[in-house]
């Protein structure tokens, strides 16, 4: 047993959490679908989806099943749209050529879309009980400040060094113990600021906290200037119909229905005659602007609402059909297709005079 386990472990046994969703009845499919939605995501966001998710899709075959929209619709407000997408496929690669159930190869479980060797670690681990290391977030950050990394690791070197450290100091025995109470220890005790270094069982052992310089670990990513950006968003909408695209699986948003986007004003006239065969009239809702901030840039959202007659929607259907990336959705149907948050919170001010706040 590792120096570390040696301390680590008594502590997760009075202090570790046993009572998240994804540690009862513990499964492949449950543990893989946890880790999906906890990067990048915080545990106290996750709860809610896991479990909603769970219940439309109790097993992996049964998410292969679904169509791609009803996937994308319980995981909208989530973020980081891929993740989606590539649950999905996986899900749909298990079913068909491993009979629904998960490879217990470390290989075989990183050639799934989706799936890093940390994720596969943790299904390893936490399901198939293997002895297998795992390097999320709060592990890199324990990691980092116990021996004292520097380095961004999003550097290969750096990452690499932390992957070495990670598969040293995994114990062979108690592997599922060990790697959960790593990560609750970063989570609860080892946090990202402010970390609660005298309630650390690794505190005697910790080379950032004996120094003094556990505040300047893990070495934070360079500081860029946020790019911003601004779009106009197109809402024709005419009695319960809306028209709504698809998003290219590329990009932000990738895969989901949104309201049609132009970057300028004045493309809209070239834009309607080409998508949809038609031109027509629209007002500016310009005052009404809408802030939404990604991980890489800020975006800015004016809203046109375009006045739409019954003769436009039925002759628009010569252009938008169910092979096009452009759809007249009912307005009921809304709720179970994945919309970005944003479009939800424009669509919603929308039946209350756009009153966006």
């Given at each position: 047993?590792s120096?570390?386990?040696?301390?680590l472990?008594?502590?997760?046994?009075?202090?570790?959490?046993?009572?998240?969703?994804?540690?009862?009845?513990?499964?492949?499919?449950?543990?893989?679908?946890?880790?999906?939605?906890?990067q990048q995501t915080?545990?106290?966001?996750?709860?809610p989806?896991?479990?909603?998710?769970?219940?439309?899709?109790p097993?992996?075959?049964?998410?292969?099943?679904?169509?791609?929209?009803?996937?994308?619709?319980?995981?909208?407000?989530?973020?980081?749209y891929?993740?989606a997408?590539n649950?999905?496929?996986?899900a749909?690669?298990?079913?068909n050529?491993?009979?629904?159930?998960?490879?217990?190869?470390l290989?075989?479980?990183?050639a799934?879309?989706?799936?890093?060797?940390?994720?596969?670690?943790?299904?390893?681990?936490?399901?198939?009980g293997?002895?297998?290391?795992?390097?999320?977030?709060?592990?890199?950050?324990?990691?980092?400040?116990?021996?004292?990394?520097?380095g961004?690791?999003?550097?290969?070197?750096?990452?690499k060094?932390?992957?070495?450290?990670?598969?040293?100091?995994?114990?062979?025995?108690?592997?599922?113990?060990?790697?959960?109470?790593?990560?609750d220890?970063?989570s609860?005790?080892?946090?990202?600021?402010?970390?609660?270094?005298?309630?650390?069982?690794?505190?005697?052992?910790?080379?950032?906290?004996?120094?003094?310089?556990?505040?300047?670990f893990?070495?934070?990513?360079?500081?860029?200037?946020?790019p911003?950006?601004?779009?106009?968003?197109?809402?024709h909408?005419?009695?319960?119909?809306?028209?709504?695209?698809?998003r290219?699986?590329?990009g932000?948003?990738?895969g989901?229905?949104?309201?049609p986007?132009?970057?300028?004003l004045?493309?809209?006239?070239?834009?309607?005659?080409?998508?949809?065969?038609?031109?027509?009239?629209?007002?500016?809702?310009?005052?009404?602007?809408?802030?939404?901030?990604?991980?890489?840039?800020d975006?800015?959202?004016s809203?046109?609402?375009v006045?739409?007659?019954?003769?436009?929607v039925?002759t628009?259907?010569?252009?938008?059909?169910?092979?096009s990336?452009?759809?007249?959705?009912?307005?009921?149907?809304?709720?179970?297709?994945g919309?970005?948050?944003?479009?939800?919170?424009?669509?919603?001010?929308?039946?209350?005079?756009?009153?966006?706040?």
């Amino acid at each position: 047993m590792s120096g570390i386990s040696k301390l680590l472990l008594p502590w997760f046994d009075l202090h570790g959490r046993k009572n998240l969703p994804w540690q009862q009845q513990v499964t492949a499919y449950r543990v893989w679908l946890s880790e999906i939605m906890l990067q990048q995501t915080q545990v106290a966001t996750v709860i809610p989806y896991f479990e909603k998710f769970l219940e439309s899709f109790p097993t992996v075959n049964e998410l292969a099943d679904a169509h791609l929209d009803q996937v994308l619709s319980h995981w909208a407000g989530l973020g980081y749209y891929a993740r989606a997408r590539n649950l999905h496929k996986t899900a749909q690669i298990i079913r068909n050529e491993f009979d629904g159930e998960f490879p217990d190869s470390l290989d075989k479980l990183m050639a799934l879309p989706g799936i890093g060797q940390s994720t596969a670690g943790a299904i390893l681990s936490l399901s198939f009980g293997r002895h297998a290391a795992i390097l999320d977030g709060n592990v890199k950050r324990v990691l980092s400040r116990l021996y004292q990394v520097e380095g961004w690791y999003g550097v290969s070197a750096v990452l690499k060094k932390l992957w070495k450290l990670a598969e040293q100091q995994t114990p062979s025995r108690q592997t599922a113990f060990y790697n959960q109470a790593m990560m609750d220890l970063g989570s609860m005790v080892c946090k990202r600021s402010n970390p609660d270094c005298l309630l650390c069982p690794l505190n005697t052992i910790c080379q950032s906290y004996l120094a003094g310089t556990q505040t300047l670990f893990p070495t934070p990513k360079p500081k860029k200037a946020r790019p911003y950006k601004h779009r106009w968003f197109l809402l024709h909408r005419y009695a319960s119909k809306l028209l709504l695209e698809r998003r290219p699986e590329q990009g932000i948003w990738g895969g989901l229905w949104s309201l049609p986007e132009i970057e300028q004003l004045d493309f809209l006239p070239d834009w309607q005659v080409q998508q949809i065969g038609q031109s027509a009239e629209f007002n500016t809702v310009t005052e009404k602007m809408l802030k939404h901030q990604f991980s890489h840039f800020d975006l800015s959202i004016s809203l046109v609402e375009v006045n739409v007659s019954e003769n436009f929607v039925k002759t628009s259907h010569s252009q938008v059909n169910e092979s096009s990336l452009l759809q007249w959705i009912e307005w009921d149907e809304l709720e179970n297709i994945g919309l970005p948050a944003p479009i939800e919170k424009i669509l919603s001010s929308h039946q209350t005079n756009f009153e966006l706040s």
